[in-house]
């Protein structure tokens, strides 16, 4: 199977060759050192960037990449008031080089990696999130939620606030609504194999919004999206896939995002306690699941803790339904590189081989 084939046939719940792996990025230095190469040696921007994280990337043996879409909604769009849209960076835009630029600069790279062997994902803020970047999470979750004070979010997920009073809110989330479409239907264009709807909705320890503000005010907006997916082609001729992306305690949102029509949920979070082996069992074949690899386990454990626990999820991915990669999405700076090419090297007990550096370019222990 190609890492593309790979992909497909894993979120879809079916067995693949092997269990894929998965990032949204890889930041150039963390390529550089995957490389054997000094931080100076990382290129500007542009083609001499893509190419080289193209190649940690196949030293890895990463069977799908992201690209994280920057301003790219209708020309003089924004919302009204305090906080406008005007020249706010988008989701994860501040991991990326030229992130938050003009729309060429992400649509490039989405050219770059289109039609290849690899599965490509383009990131886009959801309804939520983009209104969350664009007027701040407090005024955000303030319109959103309605009667409750921002600053008392924390209490929602212990049941002692009252449900929220109808808000007008509907205006901002329809514009952020339109900018995720216009996106989407860009990044299709430039060759997108499937999209990312990125909308944090939760932290480790519960929801940042109550379930029922979710499911009435979110949920009719994800389903739009998977709707307007469902009716697209990508350059391949497939329909594109649609995850979810929330870190944090969503297990009670599964059903949910289910039920939305979404192929995939990314992050699975382990301090969330949003464990990819044990969710694997329970909805492979209805909704695949990428992530599961615990960020503070890569930079602070040992290899061998490291490969343990990718061996572990790896066992339970045979079956189907999952693709691995890191919980964040992106490979955190900084991280050792023995510990992330141990985490990547666990997955050949799925029947996969990642390849390793030359001797002469492995980097020191």
């Known amino acids: 199977m190609t890492g593309y084939e790979r992909v497909r046939v894993a979120l879809g719940g079916r067995p693949p060759d092997r269990v894929p792996v998965g990032e949204f990025a890889l930041p150039p230095t963390v390529a550089t050192g995957l490389l054997g190469r000094g931080a100076d ?21 990463l069977d799908a990449v992201g690209v994280i879409a920057g301003e790219g909604g209708p020309a003089g769009e924004g919302f009204a008031g305090e906080g406008g849209l005007a020249g706010r960076a988008l989701w994860g835009d501040e991991g990326r080089p030229g992130g938050g630029l003009a729309g060429a600069v992400w ?42 004070a921002a600053e008392r979010w924390q209490h929602l997920h212990a049941g002692d606030l009252e449900e929220p009073e109808v808000a007008e809110v509907e205006g901002p989330l329809l514009i952020q609504l339109d900018r995720s479409l216009a996106q989407v239907a860009r990044a299709l264009e430039a060759g997108a194999d499937g999209v990312v709807l990125g909308e944090d909705v939760a932290y480790a320890g519960g929801l940042f919004l109550a379930p029922s503000v979710i499911e009435e005010r979110l949920w009719p907006l994800w389903r739009e999206v998977v709707r307007y997916c469902a009716g697209a082609r990508t350059a391949r001729g497939d329909r594109p896939l649609v995850c979810f992306h929330s870190d944090g305690k969503i297990e009670g949102l599964l059903p949910l995002i289910r039920d939305a029509g979404f192929d995939a949920v990314h992050s699975l979070e382990p301090e969330a306690g949003m464990d990819a082996a044990r969710l694997v069992g329970r909805y492979r074949g209805q909704l695949g699941l990428w992530g599961g690899l615990s960020v503070d386990l890569l930079v602070r454990g040992t290899p061998d803790e490291i490969a343990a626990e990718a061996e572990r999820l790896a066992r339970a991915g045979i079956p189907g339904g999952l693709m691995l990669g890191t919980c964040s999405g992106v490979v955190p700076e900084g991280v050792p590189i023995t510990n992330l090419l141990a985490a990547y090297r666990a997955t050949a007990v799925a029947g996969g081989e990642v390849r390793s550096p030359p001797e002469e370019d492995r980097p020191p222990s």
């Open 41 to 61: 040696r990382v290129p500007g921007g542009g083609l001499a960037l893509w190419q080289l994280v193209e190649e940690a990337v196949r030293l890895l043996g």
């Open 107 to 148: 649509l490039g790279e989405l050219g770059y990696w289109a039609g290849r062997d690899l599965f490509v994902w383009v990131v886009v803020d959801g309804p939520w999130q983009g209104l969350a970047r664009a007027a701040g999470w407090a005024q955000a979750m303030t319109l959103v939620s309605g009667r409750y």
